[in-house]
């Protein structure tokens, strides 16, 4: 994806086909995991006031809505939701280029208060581009009801922004997250924590943010874009050569050659810098989320990160996320039919005795075969066969005691796909 000049500030990623803003109206990004209640936050904030539609040259969907707050105009745009902005999907990549080069004048980032941890790789990456981000930490209603305390303040101090929690499906902390967007747009921070690196790679950085800083003009963080540029993802260093257009390609490009030189010989290939990037902001979110977050059963807390650690590991990840898929394929397709088997004796034969029944009743006999036929023995069909694959775990919202079905296996192999799949993402 080139950038020119017809394609920055406000005209990136096509804006001028998907958001529009008058100048008496703010535009805000809302980013964030999958799952984390974002949609809620922004459906809250929006009522009805949407638009959904695609992202230019994308089939990715994207939701943008109006709200107003003590007099003035907001437009949130409903970011795709990512684990990442490393842009190794389309998904990353409108997020990541929207928060760069979309012109938003502030970035909420939604979090989840039960896995605060995951979430924090996001906020991480985005502190890296803009310090105009406010962290809102979303289900702390879920938190609670898991004992999981998270110190507020504490992540605001460091990571040096701005955090609010809120319980979005009932609108608490709404009102108090619009005020925090609205300050921060007024006087934005003068920097926010960024993760720090080895010695050597922090040189560079340093180096090369050093020669931006007179062509970003504050429109890009040089510091990222240095990053992005020494981490050598060849289609964000020719967008960011192009959105720079101020600055002689050439010129940039000796610079970064003479800097990749002196990190190979120190051996920094390509492929180490990208792992020391993503190894370090995994730790510090790890480090981060276990300063600010407390849990009242730290036996359970202990045990799902021995989990954790096996399930994401680079060696048993990928075996375990490829067994659970074949396990959860042949529970579907072959281990559900018995299950289906004995139901559909147990509901066919009740089926016959309905069918007796209405027969010794004297029942009309289109109204009987529609009875029988057409509705009992179809509904009995369709709850056999559907009714054992999509059994599983259920909560009671109203007790802390959890319930488990008969198939609770299945649901536990889903869960289990979805832990080492999403953590997958976040490693490679």
């Not at 409108?94 to 928060?99: C, E, G, L, P, T």
């Not at 902001?281 to 981060?288: D, K, L, M, P, V």
Request: charged content about 20%; hydrophobic content about 40%; glycine content about 6%.
């Amino acid at each position: 994806m080139g950038l020119t000049s017809k394609s920055t500030g406000r005209g990136a990623v096509d804006l001028t086909d998907t958001i529009k803003k008058s100048e008496n109206e703010f535009l805000i990004a809302l980013a964030g995991n999958p799952n984390v209640g974002k949609s809620t936050v922004f459906n809250a904030l929006t009522g009805m006031k949407q638009h959904t539609g695609n992202w230019a040259g994308k089939t990715v969907a994207n939701a943008q809505g109006k709200c107003s707050f003590n007099g003035r105009n907001y437009i949130l745009a409903d970011l795709p939701g990512t684990y990442s902005l490393m842009a190794h999907s389309a998904e990353e990549e409108v997020a990541r280029d929207f928060i760069c080069f979309g012109g938003a004048d502030a970035v909420i980032v939604v979090c989840d208060a039960t896995c605060l941890e995951r979430n924090l790789n996001l906020v991480l990456q985005t502190l890296e581009i803009t310090s105009k981000t406010v962290i809102c930490v979303n289900l702390l209603d879920e938190a609670e009801r898991k004992n999981i305390k998270i110190d507020l303040e504490k992540l605001s101090l460091l990571l040096g922004v701005p955090v609010v929690g809120v319980t979005a499906r009932d609108e608490k902390g709404l009102d108090q997250l619009m005020e925090t967007v609205e300050k921060i747009i007024e006087s934005p921070p003068d920097s926010a924590y960024f993760p720090c690196y080895s010695r050597v790679l922090e040189n560079a950085i340093q180096c090369l943010s050093s020669k931006l800083k007179q062509f970003t003009e504050n429109r890009l963080s040089a510091r990222w874009t240095a990053i992005r540029l020494l981490d050598k993802n060849e289609s964000l260093n020719k967008s960011i050569n192009k959105y720079l257009n101020s600055c002689p390609d050439q010129q940039l490009d000796d610079n970064i050659k003479q800097l990749n030189k002196k990190l190979e010989a120190s051996g920094y290939t390509p492929e180490k810098i990208n792992d020391e990037i993503i190894s370090t902001i995994i730790n510090t979110a790890a480090e981060t989320a276990s300063a600010v977050t407390s849990s009242v059963n730290n036996l359970l807390s202990s045990r799902d990160r021995k989990i954790d650690r096996i399930l994401t590991s680079r060696i048993f990840g990928v075996p375990i996320m490829l067994g659970l898929l074949a396990i959860t394929f042949w529970i579907t397709i072959i281990g559900a039919n018995y299950p289906s088997q004995l139901l559909s004796k147990l509901l066919f034969s009740l089926g016959d005795q309905f069918d007796h029944f209405l027969e010794i009743t004297h029942c009309n006999d289109v109204i009987r075969d529609i009875a029988v036929n057409g509705i009992f023995k179809v509904l009995a069909w369709v709850i056999s066969v559907m009714l054992p694959p999509m059994t599983g775990y259920k909560k009671n919202r109203k007790c802390k005691k959890q319930v488990k079905t008969p198939a609770f296996c299945i649901s536990f192999l889903y869960n289990g796909i979805n832990i080492s799949g999403s953590n997958m993402i976040l490693i490679y």
